[in-house]
């Protein structure tokens, strides 16, 4: 973040040409309009953001001696609070934050991190890394009854865990069918689901090893996800440290037991009593509580980040659009999730049909208001018509008497794509299904934007 503002301007200036090239936008096309539709936020967001994940790392490797220059210890001595969040009008303003202030931040958010140094893959048990000693069954199992006919002629001693994250909280649990036993353990907020159900599996799998158990072991779980991860054997320095304990202990057990640990993917919702079980369990309410106890892989802190960026470039815009791109800004309200040319269509193959839609939206285009505000064209009045004297969109497509059969046919194409078809153009440019009667309308007429 303390870098030369005009090195930075140069990289402004790159993305700047690349968002008219994917857009096929004028020259004249507000930034934060571009920025908007691509779903391509400013590069200063990407620079926070790579801030904040560098901290978060940094914080989790447990590395003092850069952590200690970044944010030496007399930063907490001289505040006691918080330095307050990054606001969209600093970034209006041009004021770009310091390392010091994310890091600050990041530090406080992560509190109740997992903090590991070296990482947990360095500290696994090379055998446990490259060997599994588990077995994850691939039976597709549909309801209880197929689970019932699978176990017909087998005996394992069975549990069933989930984990469940709400506006209510994080939950962990897990239940033992043959003891009826069940345990639900509450967890840092800050948890992913995939850490829940972890956190789930790696309880049932502690219990297992405080009971004596004389059969082989199967454990039920509705989360793919986790199995995918054990099933994989991965051995990424990042991934989430549960992950690596859960491998320790189930090779535990099979050395002390000789049993055999199984692991199943039931689907949750469908009928399967234990699965039930443990979900409602997991929903409503708690045993314990491990807030404290269970340490947050740093991974899952990354999700707040992205949730406190996507703040961060809503205010931006909100701020920036009451000054450029006030037409668009009336189209589309916020930044989208994603770009509406993503849709999955035969027209949007067609770049004519991306540039001229994108351009109807900016309201930046060949029509002669604009041309003339440029100082392009010596009049403003339409060409087509010669009766406007200021031939703006509103009149191409509602009122140029030249173009009334082809108004008819736009009408027609625009009922039959929506039974409640609006009465202004801006209404039809915020909804897709309306682009292509306005695009057949454009090209039958003026051929071009």
Known sequence: MNCNVTLLKKFDIIQNKALRIITGAMCSTPINAMQCESCIPPLILRRIQLASNFCL????????????????PQSFQMSSTPPPKISGSELISGHTPELLRIAMNIYELSINIYKAKPWPLYKTNFVILVNKPYNIL??????????????ENKSYYKLYTDGSKSENGVTSAFYDPQLQMVKSHKIDNNSSIFTAESYA????????KNIYISSDILILTDSKSLLMALDNNSQRYNLNYIIYNIRKIVYEICQLTGKI??????????????????????????????????????????????????RLWHEYWNIASTQKGK???TIQGSPPAKPWYTHKN??????????????LRFGHCHIPTHLNRLNLI??????????????????????????????????SDLQAASDSVPQSLQDLLRDFKFFKALYTFVVTTIGTL
Not at 201 to 208: G, Y
């Open 138 to 151: 691939r039976d597709k199992i549909n309801n209880q009854m197929e689970l019932n006919q699978l176990m």
């Open 378 to 411: 010596p009049s403003a009045a339409c060409s087509h018509c010669n009766e406007e004297p200021a031939a703006d969109l509103e009149h191409l497509f509602m009122k140029c008497r030249k173009f009334g059969l082809q108004r008819l046919v736009m009408v």
């Open 201 to 208: 599996m790696l309880l049932a799998l502690q219990h297992i």
């Open 57 to 72: 790392k940094l914080i989790s490797s447990d590395n003092k001696s850069v952590m200690d220059r970044i944010l030496p």
């Open 327 to 329: 037409w668009y800004a």
């Open 346 to 359: 035969e027209n949007i193959n067609n770049r004519k049909f991306i540039t001229i839609l994108n351009r």
């Open 261 to 310: 640990i199984n692991f199943l993917w039931v689907p949750s919702h469908c009928g399967i009593t234990g699965n039930e079980i443990v979900d409602c369990a997991a929903r409503n309410g708690f045993d314990a509580d491990h807030s404290s106890l269970m340490k947050i892989p740093h991974t899952d802190y990354q999700a707040a980040i992205t949730h406190d960026l996507k």
